[in-house]
């Protein structure tokens, strides 16, 4: 019978995994951490039991997300380095005003936070008036915003640029697999690869825009938004560590205006 213990994978495992992952050499990494070869080897073999300290600057080299950075010293008979927080702790009150002023201050423009796997963890007003469109039933948290931007019963049909936009979508969700090796975000992406149509071929769709936006036909008129994300910086929680903040600007004085309208009416 195989216990909890044995089943967990072993930190020269999960450690040579992130080094593969990031495209580091053996020989590469321990002369940047200031180690031998051979003694990175062995880690990884399991030969010899590295430090905390090693650990923790070894994670810290290859960029290792910090709850994938408490799993591997868990792995190796450590306690976690990086707590994790609720978003409504009373630690965190000084976040979470921010990002209420944060989120407040960018209307009349629609701005959310959102987690790893893209669930909506705070939104503003602007926000609300674009999914007033849609089937209050779709709107039951947890809202994934991947998801309800690719489904064929979400926003897909409102988005006038699909083809292109879902392409960005999953685009972005495999680079964020590949950068935490979450294995929900890959299930996420098998999932919504099977509502995007297929993409676009050639430059057409690319000349007539500086960045690509969001098309979305709204009954009041369409609207075009660019994108931008925001993550913290020195996140020492693995929580704040996983959330990042996207504001939608408008790409032309038609959107500016009817969402000024909207948020208004609203």
Do not use: K
Not at 94 to 104: D, I, M, Q
Not at 146 to 154: A, C, F, K, N, V
Request: contains cysteine; negative net charge; charged residues 25%.
């Amino acid at each position: 019978m195989t216990s909890t213990l044995d089943a967990r994978p072993a930190p020269g495992d999960l450690l040579r995994g992130w080094r593969t992952r990031r495209r580091r050499s053996q020989m590469d990494l321990a002369l940047e951490v200031g180690v031998s070869t051979r003694h990175l080897s062995f880690v990884e073999t399991g030969r010899a039991r590295a430090s905390r300290e090693l650990l923790v600057d070894l994670c810290e080299h290859l960029e290792v997300p910090l709850r994938e950075r408490n799993t591997l010293l868990l792995a190796a008979g450590y306690a976690p380095s990086y707590s994790e927080s609720r978003l409504d702790a009373r630690a965190l009150d000084a976040v979470r005003g921010a990002l209420e002023h944060l989120l407040a201050g960018h209307e009349p423009f629609p701005a959310l936070v959102v987690d790893r796997c893209g669930d909506v963890v705070m939104a503003n007003r602007a926000v609300g008036a674009l999914l007033a469109l849609l089937d209050p039933a779709l709107l039951t948290p947890p809202v994934n915003v991947y998801r309800l931007s690719l489904h064929p019963d979400g926003l897909a049909p409102h988005v006038r640029n699909l083809p292109e936009w879902a392409g960005h979508l999953l685009h972005r969700l495999e680079r964020l697999a590949d950068l935490t090796g979450d294995p929900r975000l890959v299930a996420l992406r098998e999932e919504l690869a099977g509502y995007a149509p297929p993409p676009p071929t050639g430059p057409a769709a690319r000349a007539a825009h500086v960045m690509l936006p969001l098309h979305l036909a709204h009954p009041d008129g369409d609207l075009r938004l660019y994108s931008t994300i925001t993550h913290f910086g020195a996140a020492w929680d693995v929580t704040l560590d996983e959330l990042s903040l996207e504001s939608f600007v408008p790409a032309d004085d038609a959107t500016r205006a009817l969402l000024e309208c909207l948020v208004a009416e609203g």
